[in-house]
């Protein structure tokens, strides 16, 4: 893996790879270090950008094949060497400024909006930085937002670009158009049975079955075995009296909240207060909003004040108190009260949790009589007998997608057994399949199906639909060609469709994404697009359908859209710009890499 890494990051421009660094320094660029640590936080973050494609996480191997390291490495030496620069040129950031960032940053407010310092503390440690790392990461952003702002700001959005991108993303087009589908034509044939057979032989890859084995399957869990458990009354009461302390349902309470930041809307639910008007109706005279602060226990509430309010009220009633720049009308709409569970309401849940308990103590002396039983060749089903449990046979794909939804298996597993079946071999003893430390899962495999073509009395049906499928788009596509054939020659695009039945419908003015329709959506208004004023055609639409055009007039975009291209254009070249800034300066500092460290932090996986 270390050669593969090597290679990847060369192929980011990336040199230079030496060794001699501290154990916490990956690469050094300009004078300043990498640390492992700043590393390691890249590196997560752009392999879980990484497994929300691919819906699972990616191996150390799959990692440094999509470039990770190298990316990781460039981004944070681009930073590192503007950072350089802005130290170089003076820049920086004061502690007012600090704070005002601090303050204003939503990921840190409370359910007022307000910062809220242990909200704060709490995101910190959730993503590994303590304050001093956090300030240092702020005071390096902003000098660098100087840097760029200083240096760039107000370059000027070429005129060509602009004008070229308002064209293609503001013009419009309106076209006369009529459709065409399998209604529009007398239906084909019906097929002979050698036009049946030649279809099937030329698309016998679409006919063919999935190899499957069909297996016998035993699962051990604890939740298997708790299964077969049956716990008595008596059992259950002494568990509920040994446990009833700790069988306590928190208090919570659905609260809403009023800002009152006016002096009349103050005045109108203080009025409604001293009258005894309920808080519905003075929010629906006064036309205010209510926040919904959500269902919450008192301990989930940061303001102390908020929460002595809203657990001192009763279900409906309102109260005002003090806030941050006005009052605020405080009203609970819903309580779920807490106290002890009572035993009846408890009853299940201890019967379940005894049933797991004696399960796990137990699971350890059935599994290993369960493999003794397994190497005296003894059958699953009688194995599974003595213990309670149940066998389950199974025809299994190679996906093993038929195990997806069994509860002893379940989907997170399935791939798993479906690749130790189709690896085994009839007659011979199959291995367990450990799953974790309390699930296993055993096998007989019964029956071996290879996949195989199917004949044609197997799939009639299906190939008959196939191949009335394809004729009727071959005939579709032939009227079509005809058709267009005829606005070519210059036959008037109305008595085109006239020919056929149709009248020509004059559509909407269209942009390059379509009406928003299955009728004329994207596919269609690409191909509209795809010629001059008059440029006729016809493209398949969302639907299926053919849509034979006409272009009709052609409109240029707005002013207003124009100015939005403007800016876009300018944003688009400042990062050009900044691009080529970092390349520059990583070009002229340098990047040096800790070729052991960066290799064992790959090798191990222990950035995963």
Request: glycine residues 8%; hydrophobic residues 40%; aromatic residues 6%.
């Amino acid at each position: 893996l270390g050669v593969f890494l090597v290679v990847g990051l060369a192929g980011f421009g990336i040199s230079n790879v030496i060794t001699g660094f501290g154990t916490n320094t990956v690469a050094t660029v300009a004078g300043q270090d990498i640390s492992v640590r700043d590393y390691q936080r890249g590196y997560d973050s752009q392999v879980n950008a990484i497994a929300q494609q691919m819906e699972r996480v990616p191996t150390a191997e799959e990692a440094v094949a999509f470039g990770v390291p190298g990316m990781v490495l460039d981004r944070l030496a681009g930073e590192a060497a503007v950072n350089k620069l802005g130290e170089d040129l003076g820049l920086g950031v004061s502690e007012d400024r600090l704070g005002k960032m601090l303050r204003e940053d939503p990921s840190f407010s409370s359910a007022l909006g307000s910062f809220d310092r242990n909200n704060f503390l709490r995101v910190l440690q959730q993503n590994g930085y303590t304050e001093a790392e956090y300030f240092d990461l702020q005071t390096k952003a902003a000098r660098r937002q100087q840097l760029v702002s200083g240096l760039l700001s107000g370059a000027p959005a070429p005129a060509t670009a602009t004008e070229l991108l308002s064209r293609f993303s503001g013009d419009t087009r309106t076209v006369d158009y009529f459709v065409l589908n399998a209604q529009s034509l007398p239906p084909v044939a019906e097929p002979t049975e050698e036009e049946l057979a030649t279809y099937l032989k030329d698309n016998q890859a679409k006919f063919r079955t999935k190899a499957t084995r069909t297996v016998e399957i035993l699962a051990l869990s604890p939740e298997a075995i708790a299964a077969t458990k049956t716990i008595s009354d008596d059992e259950v009461a002494a568990e509920y009296e040994r446990t009833k302390d700790s069988r306590v349902k928190i208090e919570r309470r659905t609260i809403k909240q009023v800002v009152l930041g006016t002096p009349e809307l103050e005045k109108a639910f203080t009025d409604g207060k001293a009258a005894g008007t309920p808080f519905a109706d003075v929010l629906a005279a006064s036309g205010a909003a209510a926040q919904d602060l959500g269902n919450l226990a008192k301990t989930e509430i940061t303001d102390a004040s908020l929460a002595d309010a809203a657990f001192g009220l009763a279900l409906n009633d309102y109260v005002i108190i003090e806030g941050i720049g006005s009052k605020r009308a405080v009203s609970v709409s819903a309580i779920e009260p807490g106290g002890v569970i009572s035993l009846e309401d408890a009853k299940a849940e201890i019967a379940k949790q005894l049933a797991l308990t004696q399960a796990r103590n137990e699971y350890t002396d059935v599994l290993d009589q369960i493999e003794e039983l397994r190497a005296a060749f003894k059958p699953l089903p009688e194995i599974a007998e003595r213990f309670g449990l149940k066998t389950v046979t199974i025809p299994l794909t190679e996906t093993g997608a038929e195990l997806a939804n069994d509860p002893d298996v379940g989907a997170d597993a399935a791939q798993r057994i479906a690749t130790a079946v189709f690896k085994a071999e009839q007659g011979n003893l199959a291995p367990t399949i450990q799953l974790s430390s309390t699930r296993n899962v055993w096998f007989d495999l019964k029956q071996v199906d290879e996949a195989r073509d199917q004949t044609l009395d197997e799939v009639r049906d299906a190939v008959v639909t196939a191949w009335t499928d394809a004729r009727t788009d071959e005939a579709i596509t032939a009227e079509v060609q005809k058709l267009l054939d005829q606005v070519k020659a210059g036959t008037a695009f109305a008595d085109v469709a006239n020919s056929i039945g149709q009248f020509p419908i004059l559509s909407q003015p269209l942009k390059r994404a379509g009406d928003g329709t299955p009728v004329l959506n994207q596919t269609v208004a690409n191909e509209i697009f795809n010629g001059g004023p008059t440029h006729f055609g016809s493209a398949v639409n969302g639907d299926g359908d053919h849509v034979v055009f006409q272009g009709v007039e052609v409109n240029q975009g707005t002013a207003d859209q124009t100015a939005d291209i403007k800016k876009f254009v300018e944003e688009s070249s400042r990062d050009a710009l900044y691009s080529d800034l970092l390349t520059g300066l990583k070009s002229e500092a340098g990047l040096r890499i800790n070729e052991q460290v960066l290799r064992q932090l790959t090798d191990t996986g222990a950035l995963q």
